[in-house]
């Protein structure tokens, strides 16, 4: 089964730039990176999508290098409503969801 | 467009009992995904199922646990007998096409399982 490695957690304030990465072995070729932000007692909510390069959202940035075996999730100025859990997800050779075991950002004022 | 709906939101049962979850994922989406959530952790897939066939069960502790999905739409979920260590949220998510993290995921809100 492959394996994603994140942050456990992380700190920053508002108005500053935060960078998540995630680390993904074993990612099936033809997979795509896909991060989720949750808040407590909520489900996940899907941030973005990205295969490779880079891609931007309204919300965030998404920057995969060429070997695909991390990611990096960019949010743009925070404040202190991204204070939450961040996860990345992939599948795996196998095809199988992989989710990170999660990011705790927390923004502070 | 109504969200991914479930119920309970919360069940306290003693070990050794039996509870069942509902789900009933967004109209229209194919793909509906069952998964445990220990605290603190992130989500663990059960159980995938595509229309009401099954894609992917291979972390469902089988001896314990069991889902259908009726007529390709709403889900249930099972666990007879409960263990202390099934004590987790279990979340239910749709997408409109299949394909392993290719597709968003729209979660339901969870139900909170304790087991005493």
């Known amino acids: 089964l492959a394996k994603t490695t994140q942050p456990i957690s992380m700190d920053s304030y508002e108005g500053q730039e935060v960078n998540i990465t995630c680390s993904h072995n074993n990612i099936a070729t033809n997979d795509y990176i896909t991060w989720y932000q949750q808040f407590p007692s909520q489900g996940p909510r899907f941030i973005i999508q990205g295969y490779k390069t880079k891609v931007t959202n309204e919300v965030a940035s998404l920057f995969i290098p060429a070997d695909r075996k991390s990611s990096t999730l960019s949010l743009p100025r925070v404040s202190l409503s991204d204070t939450a859990v961040y996860y990345c997800l992939v599948g795996d050779s196998n095809y199988q969801l992989i989710w990170g075991a999660g990011t705790k950002l927390i923004i502070k004022p | 467009e109504a969200g991914v709906a479930q119920s309970p939101r919360y069940k306290i049962i003693e070990k050794r009992q039996s509870v069942a979850f509902w789900c009933n994922p967004i109209s229209g989406h194919a793909t509906l995904y069952w998964y445990q959530q220990i605290l603190g952790q992130g989500p663990k897939l059960l159980i995938q199922?595509?229309?009401?066939?099954?894609?992917?069960d291979s972390q469902l502790p089988k001896d314990r646990f069991s889902a259908e999905r009726l007529k390709g739409v709403d889900s249930t979920l099972k666990i007879q007998p409960a263990k202390l260590e099934d004590s987790a949220v279990y979340l239910c998510a749709s997408s409109l096409v299949f394909g392993s993290g290719r597709n968003e995921q729209f979660f339901g809100p969870g139900t909170r399982l304790t087991v005493l």
């Open positions: 199922f595509q229309n009401n066939g099954v894609v992917d």
